[in-house]
C-alpha cells in the first residue's frame, strides 16, 4: 500500500496525505469495476449522454475550485488552469453531444439474402494511468468517450495529483455516473500490474513518460489486454520565413513556456533558416527574459514553477550537462533561490547529434535552436528524433508549408500554429511518442467491440 503525498511546488510545503489502497482491496476493485461495467453498458445512452453533459455544467460551475486545486497540487498559473478547467468541460460536452451519432451499427452490403451488422459496442472496465501535467484534461480525453461507450474506468492518477483526481470523481459521481463505473484510487504502481491481470480488465490507457509507458504496456500485453499510450515529444517548430519576426518570437516562447514547458507537445526544437536565425534567437532570449515567472496564483505570473523539486532538477542536469557537452546556454536554466520548484527559462543553441540533448525530450522551461540551411535539412532534423508526437511549420506561404508539414514523421501536423486541441480533433503520435488516438472520433475507437452479427 502507498501512500499520496501532495507537495505545494510554489512552497515547498506539504499539503495532504491520502491513504492508499490497501492490497486486498484491488480484486475487490477489478470486481467492482465489472459490475459497473455491467449496469452502465446497460443505461440508455442518451442518459449515459445526459451525465457527461452535466458533467461538464459541473466543471463549469465549480471551476474555481477546480482550477485553484491544481495551481496548488502541480503548479499551474491561474489563467491556464481556468483554461484547462474549460477544455475539460468542452471535451464532456463533445461527447455528450456528437457521441450517440458515433455509436453506430453499419449495414454491410447484403450479398443475397443474408444480413451483416457491425455493432459498436464497448470492452468493459478500463484502467486509467494518467500524469501530472494537465490533471483535468489528460482525463477526460480518457474517461469522456470510454464511459459514453459504456465502458466502466478505474483511474490511478499521478500521485501528486491526490486532491484533484478525487475532486473528478466527485464531480462524476455528483452527474450521476455510477460509483462503480468510475473508481477513483490511489494504487501504487506494483498493484496496477496487479489490477492488470485480473481478468475483469479489458484495457488501460497511459500518458506519461516512456519508462511508464513501457512497464504498463508490457503487463498489459502478458495479460492479453489491449493498451494506448501516450508518451513523450521533441516537437519540432519549423520556421521557414515570417513577415513578422518580433510576434512569431511571441508565440514561440508562449508555446514553449505555457505549462512552465511541461506538455509533452510543447515545441521543444526550434528550427530555424539561416536568414532568420539570429533574429529569432535574439527575440527569444528577451521573450524568456521578460516572462513573469513566480507565484502562479497571482494572475500577472506566465511561468509557475515545475511539478516539483525533482522534476525542476532533472530539468537543470539535462541543461548542465548540454552545455559540458558543448552547447550555448543564452539566458536561464538555473534554479531560482527558495523553496519553490522554479527554474529561469533557459534558451540553447549549438546542439549536436552526439548531445544527450539532441534525442532527449527537455519537459521544462527550456527551448533548443537550430540553424538551417533548406527546408530539406529543417526536415531531415526535425524527423532525427525517436519521436514523433506533433509538429509546426511556419511560412507566409501555406502551400510551402504544407508540402514540409507532410513529411513529418508524427501524428499532428500543425500551419503555422502549434498545438491546438479541440474536442473534436485527433490527438496521438508514432514511434516513442506512442500509439492510439484520443479525441474526436478516434477517441471512441480504442477500446471499441467492433461486433458483428450475420443473419443467414
Ligand atoms: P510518469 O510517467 O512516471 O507518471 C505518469 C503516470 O504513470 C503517473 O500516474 C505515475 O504514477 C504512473 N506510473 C509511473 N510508473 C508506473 C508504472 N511502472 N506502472 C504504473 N503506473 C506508473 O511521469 P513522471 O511524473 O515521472 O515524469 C517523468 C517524465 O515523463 C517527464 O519528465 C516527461 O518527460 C514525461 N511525461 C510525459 C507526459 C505527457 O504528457 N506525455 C506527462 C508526464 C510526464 P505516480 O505518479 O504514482 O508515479
Known amino acids: 500500500m502507498s501512500t499520496y503525498v501532495t507537495t505545494n511546488p510554489t512552497t515547498g510545503t506539504t499539503e495532504q496525505e491520502f491513504t492508499g489502497l490497501p492490497d486486498d482491496q484491488i480484486s475487490v476493485v477489478a470486481e467492482r469495476a465489472a459490475e459497473g461495467f455491467e449496469e452502465w453498458r446497460r443505461t440508455p ?3 449515459r449522454a445526459r451525465a457527461l453533459a452535466r458533467t461538464a455544467d459541473l466543471y463549469e460551475e465549480r471551476a474555481t475550485e477546480l482550477a485553484a486545486a491544481i495551481t496548488k497540487e502541480m503548479g499551474k498559473p491561474a ?109 501504487s504502481s506494483g498493484q496496477i500490474a496487479e489490477l492488470l491481470a485480473h481478468p475483469a480488465i479489458r484495457g488501460v490507457s497511459l500518458t506519461g513518460s516512456e519508462r511508464a509507458g513501457a512497464a504498463v504496456a508490457t503487463e498489459a500485453a502478458k495479460n492479453l489486454k489491449k493498451s494506448v499510450l501516450e508518451l513523450g515529444g521533441s516537437d519540432p517548430f519549423i520556421l521557414l520565413d515570417t513577415d513578422d519576426m518580433a510576434e512569431t518570437v511571441r508565440v514561440a516562447a508562449r508555446a514553449r513556456l505555457s505549462n512552465a514547458g511541461q506538455a509533452c507537445n510543447s515545441p521543444k526544437r ?6 532568420l536565425y539570429d533574429d529569432f534567437v535574439q527575440g527569444l532570449v528577451a521573450e524568456f527574459e521578460r516572462a513573469v515567472v513566480g507565484d502562479p496564483s497571482d494572475p500577472e505570473t506566465e511561468v509557475g514553477p515545475l511539478s516539483s523539486v525533482t522534476a525542476r532538477d532533472t530539468v537543470a542536469d539535462q541543461i548542465r550537462t548540454a552545455v559540458r557537452q558543448g552547447a550555448t546556454l543564452h539566458t536561464g536554466g538555473k534554479p531560482l533561490d527558495g523553496d519553490g520548484a522554479f527554474l529561469a527559462p533557459a534558451v540553447l543553441t549549438g546542439i549536436t547529434p552526439e ?21 530539406d535539412e529543417a526536415v531531415r532534423l526535425a524527423n532525427d528524433v525517436e519521436f514523433g508526437l506533433s509538429g509546426s511549420v511556419w511560412s507566409t506561404d501555406t502551400a510551402r508549408a504544407a508540402e514540409v508539414a507532410d513529411r513529418l514523421d508524427v501524428g499532428m501536423a500543425y500551419i503555422n500554429e502549434h498545438g491546438t486541441t479541440l474536442p473534436g480533433l485527433p490527438f496521438g503520435g508514432v514511434n516513442r511518442s506512442g500509439y492510439g488516438r484520443e479525441l474526436g472520433r478516434w477517441g471512441m475507437g480504442e477500446f471499441v467491440n467492433a461486433k458483428l452479427r450475420r443473419t443467414a
Open 45 to 47: 445512452v442518451a442518459e
Open 355 to 375: 548531445m544527450d540533448a539532441y534525442s532527449e525530450e527537455i519537459f521544462g522551461p527550456a527551448a533548443m535552436v537550430y540553424r538551417v540551411f533548406s527546408a
Open 270 to 275: 526550434f528550427i530555424v533558416l539561416d536568414d
Open 79 to 187: 489563467q491556464e488552469a481556468a483554461e484547462e478547467v474549460q477544455l475539460a468541460a468542452d471535451i464532456y460536452r463533445w461527447y455528450a453531444e456528437h457521441g450517440p451519432d458515433l455509436l453506430t451499427t453499419e449495414r454491410l452490403d447484403p450479398q443475397g439474402a443474408e444480413e451483416s451488422v457491425v455493432q459498436t459496442l464497448p470492452i468493459g472496465p478500463l484502467v486509467g494511468v494518467m500524469p501530472w501535467n494537465y490533471p483535468y484534461y489528460q482525463v477526460a480525453r480518457f474517461a469522456a468517450p470510454n464511459l459514453l461507450l459504456g465502458n466502466s474506468i478505474i483511474l490511478k492518477h499521478a500521485s501528486i495529483c491526490a486532491a484533484s483526481s478525487k475532486l473528478m470523481a466527485d464531480v462524476l459521481h455528483e452527474a450521476s455516473v455510477p460509483e462503480n463505473a468510475y473508481i477513483n484510487v490511489y494504487a
